[in-house]
């Protein structure tokens, strides 16, 4: 079973809605923070309290990370229900959450807990907020329901897998706008003060016009959970969840997405096309599922101006996450170490950013979520971006495993739905091992995407 024959044959829908044109006309670029209306929210204290009760989806680390940032706020906040498919991650997450909030914080007994594929909708119930927090293939289906529940939303990055998810979120998006319904992603950087600070000065003129620039996650990669005995091929999938696209999205969805929504951000547009190349260069065992271990793309704008995009997933070479772009007047770098600065044409440094005391920005998405929803303020639509460069992510994905310039209508408007016909742990997902324990993965110059 190859993955280029799970998109052979697979056609584009040529009289589907949504063309670029129209999609971007829409909206613009959000950034966080953008005050939107002060019109009392929707959903807000369903409790009829002053307290906040949040329930957490996804209690993995980054799950339980945003848990304790939302409690760590100087809010009167309480975690009043968990979810997760793992009731090992879901206990352990709420232990070492007791462990540093107390019962003043934490009031989740047995009958609140929730696990499998459909217990999130369950969790959402009695909470005023919910964090979503699993891996992001499960995001469209769980933000669509919290909209549906009412709910103020902070969720994580990547908010889709797929150009169908991708949809999902988008048409989400636009229901949470019309309920007035707060929702922060975790695309932090733009809550990250020196991103904040350096990007407004672009966008007042001061570098011109951006005509280029570069972007980079390069690191050593990630975790691997081995295979253990009597795990079905769900589970199995499920606990290596940053291995297999259907999960994860590869490595240039889940973790590059960051550096490409800053360019996205500082472009103030989406790009229309990507083109570049990528494979498995040493990640090539059975241990790491599908994903490539590196992407090179070019995204192009639609004034021409091309940006380049590298991530990788290896260890020995030289490891780089910032961004760099270049103006006609002058050019930016940015780092996610509270650095930047902004240069002339002949080298004067204009300014030279050292926040060293700067708040954390994953905190920093929090206090001022809660902040919005304590003055009974709607204030953040973040969904919109978020959705966007994800798909531009995505876009890349697709020109890496193909070799082919992939424009963005295409890539929006494929029908290919990675997310397995049933979730359910005798279930089988669609991409499945080969004989000898290895997976399928794409052939550039072979493998057909859209």
């Known amino acids: 079973m190859n993955l280029y024959l799970i998109f052979k044959n697979i056609r584009m829908d040529k009289n589907k809605q949504n063309q670029r044109r129209d999609f971007i006309k829409t909206s613009a670029v959000l950034t966080g923070g953008a ?13 009829g309290s002053d307290t906040i009760k949040i329930a957490l989806i996804g209690c993995g680390s980054r799950g339980t ?18 979810a997760d498919a793992f009731p090992d991650k879901l206990e352990k997450s709420h232990k070492s959450l007791l462990a540093k909030f107390g019962t003043e914080k934490i009031s989740v007994p047995e009958d ?10 369950s969790a959402m119930e009695d909470a005023d907020v919910v964090l979503l927090c699993t891996p992001p293939g499960f995001r469209p289906a769980h933000f669509a329901e919290a909209v549906k529940q009412n709910k103020q939303i902070f969720m994580e990055k990547p908010v889709a897998t797929d150009s169908p998810g991708i949809r999902s979120v988008l048409a989400t998006a636009e229901e949470a706008k019309r309920k007035k319904l707060n929702v922060v992603v975790g695309l932090q950087r733009h809550y990250q003060k020196n991103y904040r600070e350096l990007i407004k000065r672009v966008h007042q003129g001061e570098l011109g016009d951006i005509i280029g620039g570069q972007v980079y996650w390069n690191s050593g990669g990630v975790w691997v959970n081995p ?6 091929e769900m589970e199995y999938q499920m606990r290596n969840w940053y291995y297999f696209n259907w999960l994860c999205g590869d490595h240039i969805v889940e973790q590059h997405v960051h550096n490409i929504d800053v360019a996205n951000w500082v472009k103030n547009k989406y790009p229309v096309s990507a083109y570049g190349a990528g494979g498995r260069f040493l990640r090539t065992g059975k241990d790491y599922g599908e994903i490539f ?6 995204f192009v704008y639609d004034d021409g101006t091309v940006i380049s995009s590298q991530c990788r997933h290896f260890t020995g070479g030289a490891n780089r996450v910032d961004e760099s772009f270049q103006g006609t007047k002058g050019k930016i770098f940015l780092d996610s170490s509270n650095r930047g600065k902004i240069w002339d044409h002949k080298g004067k440094v204009l300014v030279n950013y050292e926040g060293k005391n700067d708040a954390n920005p994953y905190q920093t998405e929090h206090d001022e979520l809660f902040a919005a929803i304590t ?3 709607y204030k953040f639509a973040d969904a919109d971006n978020a959705a966007k460069s994800t798909m531009t992510a995505i876009m890349g994905r697709y020109a890496s495993y193909s070799g082919d310039v992939i424009k963005w209508d295409d890539a929006l408007n494929s029908n290919i ?11 089988l997902p669609k991409i499945l091992p080969n004989f000898d324990g290895t997976y399928p993965h794409a052939i550039p110059g072979v493998t057909k995407v859209i």
């Open 112 to 121: 609140k807990k929730f696990t499998g594929f459909e217990g999130y909708k």
């Open 417 to 427: 739905n990675l997310m397995p016909d049933r979730l359910a742990w005798d279930a």
């Open 227 to 232: 295979r253990q005995p009597n795990q079905t």
């Open 65 to 82: 990370g945003a848990a304790f940032q939302a409690l760590s706020t100087k809010f009167n906040l309480k975690l009043v229900a968990m």
């Open 35 to 47: 005050l939107l209306s002060s019109i009392p929210l929707a959903g807000a204290y369903a409790s």
């Open 293 to 298: 271990d590196n992407h090179s793309i070019e």
């Open 375 to 377: 003055a009974n303020q």
